[in-house]
């Protein structure tokens, strides 16, 4: 008699018509094997799906071109679908279950017929952890199969964990016919399911990542008591080589992986990686906040990415201890076989070939590599990886982190007043926009704790989720705020930030263990300039001033923006951050 994975196996096979079905293992060996079958068989857009690239300087490298209509994630065709609109709330699009799965079932009609429908056994989590959950992705190209074995801890002993069970997380993706018309990611959290249609491209189409760890997993962590967040996983080593643990949101392009691989500017100093962009969220047995990263990979934004900015990550892409590493819509060096991205170290080589195969110069006016390529790479590779990554309990988190991208009005680094203030900085961080999501660059939205495209629920219920989590614990950590971005009359950052940003983070851990006074604003505690760090750093009192000002004249339009934001919330927003805003409008003086 078939197991409940088998008989769901078949039935989407019945439905998607695939020319053959493979059940992967997630070895080394079937991974060279996906490689071939992603030169030789399987083509997007008339280009194979993997092209080697040159081993001798990038080890177990190879290159992807998406297709050109798929290169970022398309948050206008991401539907949550629970029962209740209300549920989903105004931070999410919302489609009754039905509905969306009328739609997708006719969008999946056939959708793999002439391919392998791959079938990847993950679990998210190290197995031991019981935070940790198995999970099955069924796809239709060996660019996705490659991509989650490099994500997620993909084996058979998956499917023997499942076993019997019915409540596995299941994942339906087929590339389809990339029809921008035809696209779809739809979430259905009271199945743990996700259904993706069309999108070749990473969050749509690795669906371990924001759809399940992010999006059906706050769903799955509101209603356990725990918290699943966009968010890196740091440990920061201090000289005397005791670490704290800390989390951070940042939206992408923020500063996000940089900040995970910081390579300390500060002697004795030193940042140990855990996760450049999820943390799971436990209260322990102690009544302590734990984390754990239930990826095991980096899906990083390659330009901007260099010695500079990221040594470490550098290091992580040449990395040889774990097969392979892939990189997505960068431009390539033709004479070197190897990737190229604006912001790269080195030259800029003679012969390059864009992101989507065509000679390119700069005469031409636009970029070489896109704005959102990626690489894929596996943490195992990351020569800081902290030696708590495997650990199934998790590591013990005495600082939250919380961010955006803003030229004015945001000190370069504020500490909450307490757990419920943090809460509502976290519910009122807003970000300059990027080119990881389809939207217009440069403009300002808000982004509570970096999750809005990603929270699976109403964000009026999250942020008093956020509220019951802080009263469960008997030593909560401190909530900072960073602004890496704030920029002086000619429009240039003040900050220097990469390494330099080691800074920031001592003075939060001198402030977790209470060495240091700090000077009170409105919005929370910012450093006296006599505790903050400036040895060896070419920095004028002036600007460090304007680095921390909190100027209230500036403000009111701020605050409009907030209370509209907060405001559509209605009634499920809780009246302890209504009481924080009111604080602040008081603190104020608007």
Known sequence: MPTPLEQWVEEQAQLCQPQRIYWCDGSEAEARHLIQIGIKEESINGTPVFQELNQTRWTGAYYHRSHPTDVARVEHLTYICHPEKETAGPNNHWMAPAEAKKLMTGLSQGCMKGRTMYVLPYMMGHPDSPYAKACV???DVSYVALSMRIMTRMSQEVIGRIGARQDFVKGLHSVGDFDPNRRYIMHFPE????????????????????????????????????LAEHMVIAGIEDPSGRITYVTVALPSACGKTNLAMLESALPGYKVWTLGDDIAW????????????????????????????SNPNMIRTLQGKRFFPTLFTNTALDRDRNEPWWEGLDGDMPRHIVDWQGKSWDPSQGTKAAHANSR?????????????EFDNPKGVPISAIILGGRRTRLIPLVTEAFDWANGVFLGARTGSETTAAAAHQIGALRRDPMAMLPFCGYNMGDYFGHWLSVGRRLKNPPKFFSVNWFRTDEQGK??????GENIRVLKWMLDRVDGKISARKTPLGYVPHLSDFDMSGLNLSSEQMQALFAVNPQEWPEELSDIEKYLNQFGPRLPQQIKAEYAKLVQQMGA
């Open 137 to 139: 992705q069924l796809t």
């Open 191 to 226: 199945e743990n399911f996700v259904w993706s249609v069309g999108s070749g491209y990473g969050g749509n189409a690795l669906l371990g990542k924001k759809c399940f760890s992010l999006r059906i997993a706050s769903c799955q962590g509101y209603r356990e008591g725990w």
């Open 281 to 308: 969220l436990n209260v322990g047995e102690d009544g302590r906040l734990y984390a754990i990263n239930p990826e095991t990979g980096f899906f990083g934004v390659a330009p901007g990415t260099s010695l500079k």
């Open 375 to 387: 690489f894929t790479a596996s943490a195992y590779n990351c020569p800081t990886l902290s030696r």
């Open 493 to 498: 950052f003040i900050w220097p930030g990469f």
